[in-house]
Structure formats: C-alpha cells, structure tokens
C-alpha cells in the first residue's frame, strides 16, 4: 500500500485546498479539512491512474513530517502485476 502525504491549505474562499507535493496533477477543494481529505484519495487515484495510461513510472511518496497521508492499495508495487496474471475466465460453449 502506498501513503502519499497530502498538505491542506485554506483558500481565500474559505475551502481548504489539498494538494500532493509528489503528484501534483492531484489536487481538489473541500468545504472543510475532512472534506477535502475525502476528496483528495479519488483525485490521487485518478492522477495515479493516468501516470499508468500515459507509461509513466508511479512516484514514490515522500516523508513530510507532520502531513497528513493519503493510502491507497490500488497502486501498490505489484499491483499492476497480479492484475495482468489474474487468468481470464472462458466460456464452455
């Protein structure tokens, strides 16, 4: 499983911004902190899915004392793999 660290800043419109520092196409707004938490693993999967389409290598996260963590098991080393040797069901007719 991986944890990217996730910096919450408040915006002058009153939401909080979240932002990844080691992938920086992942960004989103919430009304609040938990909010913007809640939003930011949807937007990290979907720019971490990109990396893949696009044949770029995924990040490794960064350790930034204090930052809250964002987890997600989707890109894990070797999840790619085992999705690729799962065997493919065939029909019997």
């Not at 004392?65 to 493919?88: D, H, L, N, S, W």
Request: aromatic letters at 6%; charged letters at 20%; one cysteine or more.
């Amino acid at each position: 499983m991986l944890s990217y660290p996730v910096r919450l800043t408040p915006t002058a419109t009153g939401s909080v911004r979240a932002c990844f520092p080691d992938v920086p196409e992942a960004a989103t707004e919430g009304a609040n902190e938990e909010d913007a938490l809640n939003r930011a693993k949807f937007v990290l999967e979907q720019a971490l899915a990109g990396y893949l389409m696009h044949g770029r290598a995924i990040p490794q996260p960064s350790d930034i004392c204090g930052a809250p963590f964002i987890e997600t098991a989707k890109f894990a080393p070797g999840a790619a793999e085992a999705v690729a040797e799962e065997p493919v069901e065939q029909s019997a007719g």
